[in-house]
């Protein structure tokens, strides 16, 4: 079965300063999709940013960007310029390419500081 | 631009009680779910359907009933309430297969108290 972990509980940033999310996960599959969610006190849940496991590339949006490590199994997400807009839950969500379910993990909460 | 709406949003019900949580889209997406997360948790999937007329079980589907009579509506029922329900509860969709690519949408999420 498929696992993620998100080992931080919390974390917390300066506003302007960088921020980087850990995530890890589990799986015997070659394909599959990693996803970051965000998901503010409104608990609306809110995509960030997404990566095929077949590209090399990292994935980037604006200020966001992931550092994808498929032999390590680990997905990280960088926030750069914190803003306090960005203060949220953010979950590592995962799924087999092709299959219909996500697995999340348990979330981490980010604490913008101004 | 209404996307995923869930209805209600907070609700408190005792021990025994019934209720369904209503949840409807109008971007005429096929898959719709539903999912609940517990405190500190991720979202576990409760049920999910790829169409009018047929649903099937997710992770979590014990104490949950769901039926999809239309492409538009996705309701989740609690026939006999317990403690271990008390949970917030999402409702998403999107136009076809996740594997395809297609995004998830989620709704603002319904807050249930079972007491």
């Known amino acids: 079965a498929q696992t993620v972990t998100q080992s931080q509980p919390e974390m917390s940033v300066q506003e302007a300063e960088t921020v980087t999310l850990s995530c890890t996960y589990d799986?015997?599959?070659?394909?599959?999709?990693l996803f970051w969610y965000k998901q503010p006190p409104s608990r609306q849940m809110i995509l960030v940013i997404r990566?095929?496991?077949?590209?090399?590339q990292n994935a980037t949006e604006n200020r966001f960007s992931v550092n994808f490590q498929k032999a390590a199994k680990s997905f990280s997400l960088k926030i750069s310029d914190s803003q306090l807009g960005d203060a949220a839950m953010y979950f590592c969500?995962?799924?087999?390419?092709?299959?219909?379910?996500?697995?999340f993990g348990a979330g981490t909460i980010l604490r913008v500081k101004s | 631009n209404a996307g995923v709406t869930q209805t209600p949003k907070f609700r408190i019900l005792k021990i025994g009680q019934s209720m369904t949580l209503q949840c409807t889209q109008d971007?005429?997406?096929?898959?719709m779910y539903w999912y609940r997360q517990d405190p500190g948790m991720g979202l576990k999937l409760i049920y999910y359907?790829?169409?009018?007329?047929?649903?099937d079980k997710g992770e979590v589907p014990n104490g949950y009933n769901v039926s999809r009579s239309t492409t538009e509506d996705f309701p989740l029922r609690l026939e006999l309430a317990a403690p271990s329900q008390t949970s917030v509860y999402f409702c998403?969709?999107?136009?076809?297969?996740?594997?395809?690519?297609?995004?998830?949408?989620f709704g603002e999420g319904s807050w249930l108290t079972v007491v």
């Open positions: 998403a969709s999107t136009m076809g297969r996740l594997s395809s690519g297609n995004t998830i949408y």
């Open positions: 799986t015997s599959e070659s394909d599959y999709y």
């Open positions: 990566q095929e496991a077949y590209k090399q």
């Open positions: 969500a995962y799924r087999i390419l092709s299959g219909n379910k996500l697995v």
């Open positions: 971007m005429n997406h096929n898959y």
């Open positions: 359907s790829v169409g009018a007329g047929i649903t």
